[in-house]
């Protein structure tokens, strides 16, 4: 492949990632909408807090890295997380403290959306609906 193609994809992953990172923080409020999507929900966000928890890498960055490369630019050492979305939020690096309340706040919010998406799917069943 040649490299503005592989540059190409490496990029779109990094698109794909962050839609992904979205939808694991913020997707359960589409429960409201599209209380089914929960199946696809619920393990995105149980893997996307387990991420953060464990301080694992998301397999998409190495995949991400080897595209760079054999485009002949440089990948990076650290997570998605820790490259593109820190240096927005915070000037520092990425540390387990960081993670572990990025996870919490990846469960806390997605408690919040499912508890919303479950009492109105409760006054749906209970008036007919």
Request: aromatic share 12%; hydrophobic share 55%; with cysteine.
């Amino acid at each position: 492949m040649k490299a503005p193609l592989l540059s190409l994809l490496a990029d779109a992953l990094v698109l794909a990632h962050l839609l992904f990172i979205m939808f694991v923080v913020a997707g359960g409020f589409l429960l409201l909408r599209w209380p089914r999507l929960a199946w696809l929900h619920l393990p995105a966000a149980t893997w996307g807090a387990m991420v953060e928890f464990m301080g694992w890498i998301c397999p998409l960055t190495p995949l991400e890295n080897h595209f760079r490369q054999r485009a002949g630019e440089k990948a990076y050492r650290v997570d998605f997380v820790e490259h593109y979305v820190l240096p927005l939020i915070y000037p520092d690096r990425l540390t387990q403290a960081d993670q572990l309340i990025f996870g919490t706040l990846v469960v806390a919010i997605n408690l919040v959306a499912y508890a919303l998406a479950l009492g109105r799917y409760r006054g749906r069943t209970k008036s007919g609906k």
